[in-house]
């Protein structure tokens, strides 16, 4: 049956569909939540494992909802995809990220900055364009910018993903390949598409302690990594016995709760701050 919203427009659902009520609702509290800067950023530290110094930040997106707290995510990342806002999220994103680089500089933190991207968010075309627009007027070196794509996205539209990638490339931007090792079993990708990171997904990085087969196919994907000239970030690194191996395997860098949580900017101001006495 026909129901008509506050806003006047009408929604057909059934009578007992009482989590397409929920779903509705969701919706437009996202809505509003993209309008009334209810999306907050936190920040992981990546440290670089040869030298134990903090190279970077992943940003990861939070959303602090008015009544039910904060909302990692998993709890309203497909939500924003369906709405159609993922381009929406995506600008926020970048805009506060960027600016937080900017402010990061003026402490004298050159800190990189790694944003994720969906693959949805990248069929926009004039992404290159824009993302080249924020970093310039803000005068930062297009450098300070990680984009981190997934398998999904490379494999989905190879030409596509080749063309965005390209011209973002062109900018000085790095792209990461996140959750490496997880998405499909062609490595093809590796071979012909400008990447300069791959991000060792963290279930490969878990079980690594106490599995000898799992701790040869992570130093094997270092390798390879590395033989194709790229360098390999471990995600998920929550213990020192894991930070030791992945030094002695020659891993690049680490993130982790071992490291740090992801924070809010002023938190991990005061970690930086910790860390340097
Ligand atoms: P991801 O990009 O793979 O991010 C890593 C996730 O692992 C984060 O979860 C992080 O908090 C968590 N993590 C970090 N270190 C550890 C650890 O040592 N142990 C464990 N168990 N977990 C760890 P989070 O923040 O909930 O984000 C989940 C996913 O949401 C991200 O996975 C990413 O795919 C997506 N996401 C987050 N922010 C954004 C965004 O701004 N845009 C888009 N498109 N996706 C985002
Ligand atoms: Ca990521
Ligand atoms: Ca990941
Ligand atoms: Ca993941």
């Excluded at 930040?57 to 806002?85: C, D, I, K, Q, S």
């Excluded at 002695?248 to 860098?253: T, V």
Aim: charged share 25%; with cysteine; hydrophobic share 45%.
């Amino acid at each position: 049956k026909a129901k008509s919203t506050r806003s006047g427009h009408h929604v057909y659902q059934s009578d007992d569909d009482s989590h397409g009520d929920v779903r509705l609702r969701t919706l437009q509290e996202l809505r509003s939540a993209i309008g009334d800067d209810e999306l907050e950023l936190h920040y992981q530290p990546k440290v670089d494992l040869a030298s134990g110094n903090v190279q970077g930040v992943e940003v990861l997106v939070r959303w602090n909802h008015p009544t039910r707290g904060l909302l990692l995510p998993e709890h309203f990342l497909e939500l924003v995809e369906e709405a159609g806002l993922m381009h929406a999220l995506t600008q926020i994103v970048l805009t506060k990220a960027l600016d937080q680089a900017v402010l990061w500089r003026a402490q004298g933190e050159l800190l990189t900055i790694a944003v994720n991207l969906s693959a949805s968010s990248l069929v926009d075309r004039d992404l290159p364009d824009r993302i080249g627009a924020m970093i310039g007027s803000r005068g930062l070196p297009a450098s300070v910018l990680t984009l981190e794509v997934t398998e999904e996205f490379l494999l989905n539209d190879r030409e596509r993903a080749r063309d965005i990638l390209t011209r973002l490339r062109a900018l000085g931007v790095r792209i990461a390949v996140d959750d490496f090792g997880t998405g499909y079993s062609s490595l093809a990708y590796l071979r012909d598409l400008p990447i300069d990171e791959l991000k060792l997904d963290q279930s490969f990085v878990f079980p690594m302690i106490d599995d000898e087969r799992a701790a040869t196919l992570v130093s094997s994907a270092i390798a390879l990594a590395h033989s194709l000239g790229l360098q390999m970030v471990a995600e998920g690194v929550e213990n020192s016995v894991a930070y030791d191996e992945l030094v002695r395997f020659g891993c690049d860098s680490a993130q982790g709760y071992l490291v740090s949580r992801p924070v809010p900017a002023e938190e991990l101001n005061v970690w930086l701050a910790d860390r340097k006495v």
